[in-house]
């Protein structure tokens, strides 16, 4: 009865073996892209004067303003890190001070962070936070030429 | 030349050799074709056509075969019985440009799915729109901390003081 149906030959079978190949293929590329956090660190000149937004906050800008009575924000800084997990991502600050962000695990469709801030040898903030995947928090309060520094950090995994 | 009878017009002897005719016409034209030759052979050639034709379309009218008229409108009508196990050989039958093009579509879709699309990202910013952006499970700062979050996006501040 299933004699004509099973008339499978050899170039059938290869041609099945491609494609069992590039479909694991796709998804160990998959897994493979998760094992590190994409993480980019902005930060952030906040003070009252003349209106002024860079351009590189434009994403940000109504967030901000939504919440805090500044109307000059400049961008003073931006890096992007790839880290592995419990990797430490550094970034200089202005005053002495410096940012250190690590992944230390996923939870769900967020990336657990550990930050810290350090003036001098000192660590002024420490915080945990579970951040939402390709979604960012900002950090503010350190002083700064008559105004305050604000870091977004944005996290992201594939 | 012999002269043909005249008695009575072809048509009605046509007729008269379908048993056509009311009853005393008929018995008319019978007395007559008693004593007249010409007029018996008009009508006899009439039967022969008349039984020739009836032959003909009976014989071809035998040979159609109705029943078999049935099954095969019922064939033409009919969806096709295929069992999935069927459904799955028969992508082996499909010719290879098909074969191809199903592969590459599979490989879309799975790169899509991991990969930053529109589409995706769409859907996941549409349900998880109501959830902070981030959740503080713990915070340690030298004086006094405020967590909030925006009203639009839920995106979360947190703010402290150094000092």
């Known amino acids: 009865m299933f004699k004509p149906y099973l008339n499978v030959n050899r170039y059938q079978i290869s041609l099945w073996a491609v494609i069992i190949i590039c479909a694991l293929s796709v998804f160990t590329a998959g897994v493979q892209a998760g094992d590190r956090v994409n993480t980019h660190v902005r930060v952030i000149h906040a003070a009252q004067g003349a209106r002024h937004i860079d351009a590189g906050l434009d994403d940000l800008a109504a967030e901000l303003e939504s919440v805090f009575r500044y109307t000059s924000y400049r961008l003073i800084q931006s890096k992007g890190m790839m880290l592995g997990y419990n990797e430490k991502g550094r970034v200089g600050l202005p005053g002495k001070r410096m940012l250190v962000v690590s992944p230390t695990s996923i939870d769900g469709q967020r990336i657990q962070y550990r930050i810290t801030i350090h003036k001098g040898k000192k660590q002024v903030f420490q915080t945990q936070v579970l951040l939402k995947n390709r979604s960012s928090i900002t950090i503010g309060g350190p002083q700064f030429k008559k105004g305050y520094l604000l870091f977004n950090i944005s996290g992201r995994i594939n | ?163």
């Open chain 2, 1 to 163: 030349m012999k002269k043909q009878c005249q008695a009575y017009a072809p048509e009605v002897l046509s007729r008269f050799a379908d048993n056509e005719l009311d009853d005393v016409l008929y018995r008319q034209i019978q007395a007559h074709t008693d004593g007249c030759n010409q007029c018996r052979q008009v009508i006899d050639g009439y039967r022969q056509v008349s039984q020739a034709a009836s032959h003909a379309i009976a014989s071809k009218v035998s040979t159609f075969d109705t029943g078999g008229l049935g099954t095969a409108v019922i064939e033409r009508v009919a969806p096709q019985k295929s069992g999935g196990f069927k459904k799955v050989f028969d992508y082996f039958s499909l010719k290879l440009y098909l074969k191809v093009a199903s592969v590459a579509a599979v490989m879309v879709l799975g790169l899509a799915y991991f990969q930053d699309t529109p589409l995706n990202m769409n859907m996941r910013e549409f349900s998880e729109l109501r959830e902070p952006s981030a959740i503080v499970t713990s915070v340690d700062a030298r004086s006094s901390v405020m967590i909030f979050e925006t009203e639009k996006s839920k995106h979360t501040v947190i703010w402290f003081s150094e000092t």
